[in-house]
């Protein structure tokens, strides 16, 4: 087998197109949403919101609509109770996220006793790319496009109130309306993961990049960036490990991308064990 056939063969099949569409889709949203979430500690929020999705995409399951419309407003349904909660009861966030992630998943669980199509739960927890279609490719990069903007808009402000909430405040920033900002962009993010790589691989591709970032101690301007390559890294050749191995997709994708953490921590362990040896040299 030649690199052709490696690389280049599979994508001759429209169906591994749009595997690969959906998920450098994500690969590009993620990385960008996991990079604030992490740096503002709201990594919980989007654990909470793989399972908050569970009723929507049951309701749209059993009404005939896209779950991808149902797992969109399951997830703002959740968005709008953690800020009406945290930011206007004063609730502490963490016991807002519980309660509403909390209350939707049972929900869900209860619609899917009466449901007797079991792919909900598979397209939620894993995804499937291999399957997807030119309308859910478009819903997809609208969703994407609507993050990402949400999430260019406010970059000044979210740098500003990540570095330090309260001088962000005291110059003007209303830090809960950048709190609700990037709420809405973790929700359109979870919605891109479900038929990509599935909620429960979005958080893994959301959260590995930023974390690889530290690892190499990238500068935070520039730590955005990387997340994005190494996003879109992962779903590249995750899909072509999917293909070529035939293993499920979204946990491919995902253990691509804790691949590339794993050699970047080799990677600084040799480079700080070379400069080491240098400097002994040297001293002695």
């Known amino acids: 087998m030649n690199l052709y056939d490696i690389f280049i063969a599979p994508f001759d099949y429209s169906f591994m197109r749009n595997a690969l569409i959906a998920v450098l889709i994500a690969g590009v949203l993620a990385p960008i949403s996991g990079f604030w979430a992490l740096n503002r500690r709201m990594v919980y929020l989007m654990d909470a919101m793989s399972h908050s999705v569970l009723p929507g995409v049951i309701l749209a399951t059993l009404w005939g609509f896209s779950y991808l419309y149902g797992g969109l407003l399951a997830a703002l ?42 792919r909900s739960f598979n397209h939620i927890l894993f995804g499937n790319p291999f399957a997807i279609d030119s309308s859910a490719i478009a819903l997809m990069f609208s969703t994407a496009i609507v993050a990402i903007l949400l999430l260019g808009s406010m970059q000044s402000k979210l740098v500003a109130s990540t570095f330090d909430h309260e001088h962000a405040e005291a110059i003007g920033v209303k830090v809960k309306w950048v709190d609700l900002v990037l709420i809405l962009a973790l929700a359109c993010t979870t919605v891109v993961g479900l038929s990509s790589v599935g909620v429960l691989m979005t958080i893994s591709l959301s959260v590995t990049p930023a974390v690889t970032m530290r690892v190499l101690k990238v500068s935070f301007m520039k730590a955005r960036y990387g997340c994005v390559l190494v996003g879109g890294l992962s779903g590249l050749f995750g899909i072509l490990f999917s293909y070529h191995f035939g293993v499920p997709a979204g946990p491919t994708v995902a253990l691509t991308c804790t691949a590339i953490l794993i050699a970047s921590i080799f990677y600084i362990y040799a480079k700080n064990l070379f400069l080491s040896s240098k400097k002994r040299e040297v001293t002695a």
């Not at 909660?85 to 609730?91: S, T, V, W």
């Not at 209350?103 to 009466?114: E, Q």
């Open 77 to 118: 349904l959740l968005a709008a109770i953690v800020f009406f909660l945290a930011k206007r009861e004063r609730a502490p966030e963490d016991g807002a996220i519980g309660v509403g992630a909390q209350t939707l998943f049972a929900a869900g669980v209860i619609l899917a006793s009466k449901s007797s199509d079991s």
